[in-house]
């Protein structure tokens, strides 16, 4: 937000052109996750893409894990969290994204967001519910816009007293 | 998907107006069944509409049933199950739209989608919570996009247990 | 929506800036309600903007309350019910937008939208839970896209029976 704004180059109608293939791939991201179609999560982010999201559901900073940088390591995170040992059904939904280029290749996205997680703990079944916004990076690498840097702020979570026990039984985590 | 793509001569404005107009017309049809203007309800699909989304909320495959074909079927098909003897009040969510044009009048779409339905079984409140993708095609028809053809695949639906008794009630059903 | 429609001078990319424009104005103010920035709530209104959404959780007719007139007006009575006395937290989401420009210069909007508000009633977490559409006018006011009304329909509100408790907590209200 405070870095120095290039100049842009593009008209009005590729300026909304770049705007919607940016939204294409926040989209496909989400849809590619819910769906756990992990050899393809990669490819929507850039190589050096940095994620801040990882513990962004509790409230105790001390908790949060550090940053996952890197296409590989973000896949293998998200695999971890979602399709390890303990398989979690998720629905990840954003909303009224505003989207601003910061150059013809660079450009900062917030959207209002929601998640749902389930997960069988025996005979319980174990529950999140989140809301807040992503702020995102995109950068446009060989003409195709990808997302760059992700971090997650939040409203509220609500989750079922042992929804975290998952990550006890995941060696990933 | 695996059609061969038609050459598409819309300049980049064009393309992003056509991407509007795909878009208006889905949100349309959310709100005109969700507020219960069935006499709107054909308009915004084509003459040969497809639609396999009934029995999408069931996951035993073999209750599924056959695609409605036709405008007027599929109004009367909606009008039925939620405007029928057994009134449901629903709310239908569409998001992170990904459109993509095959030709300068045809277009594919997918939408992350929540759905849900109340209705009254005597005492009890009957509700249904799902969450899923629409898969659409769009056609350009005398100036005009609508919907061509649509299906419904799910993450997870939830549904209280009497939820689909309101069949056994409903003649249209 | 009977008004004569002005002539729009905008060509195709223009217009669909204008539509992009639109829809981040109404994004930024409900990220702004929802994280409580009340100091920028304001200035994504026209000076004269109208809301008529107040009571509409209400079903009782005669329980709704007049529209509230003017930026400064406006910011007053969304930051008393929802910072007042009485915090409440609030998730509001608005999908699927129907944008129409009908000059160069005003537009109208429709949005489907869900609402989630809670708060503390001593020891009982209160909850309400809404659907419906938001209605909206949009005027260009040197050179940016502003909010001039809106009205809220609903579909569907759930509470619990102490919600409405907070206004008798809050001399705002």
């Known amino acids: 937000m405070t ?12 300026r909304v052109l770049a705007i919607r293939e940016i939204e294409n791939v926040f989209a496909a991201r989400l849809r590619i ?13 850039t ?21 996952v940088v890197g296409r590989d390591a973000l896949r293998r995170a998200i695999e971890g969290v979602l399709d390890g040992p303990v398989p979690v059904t998720s629905v990840h939904h954003g909303h009224t994204p505003e989207i601003t280029l910061t150059s013809d290749t ?31 990076t995109y950068r446009r690498v060989d003409g195709v816009w990808l997302i760059a840097y ?6 509220r979570v609500d989750t079922t007293p042992g929804f975290f026990d998952y990550r006890s039984r995941s060696p990933q985590e």
């Open 3 to 14: 870095d120095p704004v290039q100049e842009i180059t593009l008209d009005p109608a590729e």
């Open 106 to 136: 660079t450009a900062t996205g917030v959207w209002a967001m929601e998640d749902k997680l389930w997960w069988s703990n025996g005979s319980t079944e174990e529950h999140l519910h989140g809301y807040g916004h992503y702020h995102e």
């Open 47 to 67: 190589e050096d893409v940095v994620s801040e999201t990882f513990g962004a559901a509790v409230t105790d900073e001390s908790a949060r894990r550090p940053a």
């Open 150 to 155: 992700r971090t997650l702020t939040r409203l």
């Open 33 to 45: 996750m819910d769906t756990k179609q992990w050899d393809r999560y990669g490819s929507v982010h």
